[in-house]
């Protein structure tokens, strides 16, 4: 699978993004997505994962302010940014489990495909 993020830019404190990312290949309705992000200086961390039948997850820090979605006809997975803070500044990765069905979870270790990132930056 082949990922492809965009979506990123400069927004204002309490500001919307809505990050995109585009899957090669026609099995993507049978993967598990997953969103993770890397602020200057910090470890890339979970933000949120979509199982290939719904199912999501959230980091504690995003819940209730960001959702993530999937289009199948489009091989899309989205994730919609409201409320951001300064520190939801970081560089965003798409990434996709080692095998259709397998879980999207929290850990960096289960994804095997990554997109390239988009930059979100949040203004005080």
């Known amino acids: 699978v082949q990922l492809q993020a965009s979506g990123g830019g400069l927004v204002q404190a309490g500001g919307s993004l809505r990050l995109s990312c585009a899957a090669s290949g026609r099995t993507f309705s049978r993967y598990g997505m997953g969103w993770f992000r890397q602020a200057p200086g910090k470890e890339r961390e979970f933000v949120a994962s979509?199982?290939?039948?719904?199912?999501?997850q959230y980091a504690d820090s995003v819940k209730g302010r960001f959702t993530i979605s999937r289009d199948n006809a489009k091989n899309t997975v989205y994730l919609q940014m409201n409320s951001l803070k300064p520190e939801d500044t970081a560089v965003y990765y798409c990434a996709a489990p080692r095998g259709m069905f397998a879980p999207a979870g929290r850990f960096g270790s289960e994804y095997a495909s990554w997109g390239q990132g988009t930059l979100v930056t949040v203004s005080s």
């Open positions: 979509i199982s290939w039948n719904g199912d999501t």
